[in-house]
């Protein structure tokens, strides 16, 4: 079984640092989106964000992806690349953000309604929020990795939508994907034990409809294979004694939860 590695008191500080900075990255471009505007635009200020803060972007270049950010938007599931197209009112915005700060890797995505949406987009927003938060509550130390992915694949079912298979959650510290893969959907008691100083990216992405995708002719950008909605959402946990640490909740806020 792969090695899961273990951050000490130094690697513990530097991704709260740069998980942290990356959550202010990310909620700045939440506020930034407005129609109009085009995902090429959404990307370029990404990069500015990052550089301001003194840091980079973890994707640009990771695989020759070309975009600082992943945006993707209503049908587009993940690994969207900023373009041409333009945002509209009552979208639904895939935001992921992964910066590097100090050689610590932060890593977080959310999913914003671009002004009001319809109560169905919402809902779907709300239960993949509610699926992350299920997975973070069920990661103790000393418990199972199956454990987060199988309250995350409930959660989903419960409210009738899909979990894609093809992307999971990571390992993530010096490296953006380090083990273990994380699987949105399992069996709970099963998988490693998971053990205080592991850092891991949780990260949900949820179909309204089948769960299958396809991928664009750029190589990156995963669609629903019925082009109905997508929702993703992404927090960096700290494995502790007891309830994880979220290392990339938003503003001051650092509580376990």
């Known amino acids: 079984m792969p090695t899961i590695p273990i951050k000490d008191a130094a690697g513990i500080a530097g991704m709260r640092a740069s998980c942290r900075l990356a959550r202010k990255v990310l909620e700045e471009l939440a506020t930034r989106l407005e129609p109009g505007r085009t995902t090429k635009e959404v990307d370029q200020w990404a990069g500015e964000i990052m550089a301001r803060e003194g840091a980079r972007s973890a994707f640009f270049g990771y695989r020759k992806f070309p975009g600082q950010l992943c945006i993707s938007v209503n049908e587009e599931v993940v690994h ?3 373009g041409g197209r333009k945002l509209s009112y009552g979208d639904v915005v895939k935001l992921d953000v992964g910066i590097v700060l100090d050689g610590w890797v932060g890593d977080t995505a959310i999913t914003v309604g671009l002004g009001a949406i319809t109560p169905g987009r919402q809902k779907l927003l709300e239960r993949t929020e509610a699926s992350l938060m299920a997975g973070i509550q069920a990661a103790k130390g000393g418990g199972r990795l199956g454990d987060i992915c199988h309250a995350i694949e409930k959660t989903v079912k419960e409210a009738g939508y899909s979990v894609v298979k093809e992307f999971v959650g990571h390992g993530v510290g010096r490296k953006l994907h380090e083990e273990p893969q994380i699987p949105n959907f399992g069996k709970a008691g099963t998988g490693p ?4 100083g592991m850092t891991l990216a949780i990260e949900p992405m949820v179909n309204e409809g089948t769960p299958e995708v396809r991928i664009l002719k750029d190589g990156w950008t ?3 294979a019925d082009r ?3 929702a993703h959402f992404e927090h960096v946990i700290l494995i ?3 309830e994880a640490e979220v290392l990339t909740r938003s503003g001051a806020d650092s509580s376990h939860g």
């Open 80 to 82: 969207g690349i900023g």
């Open 228 to 230: 109905r909605d997508s």
């Open 222 to 224: 995963a669609v629903t």
């Open 193 to 196: 034990i998971l053990k205080p």
């Open 240 to 242: 502790t004694e007891g």
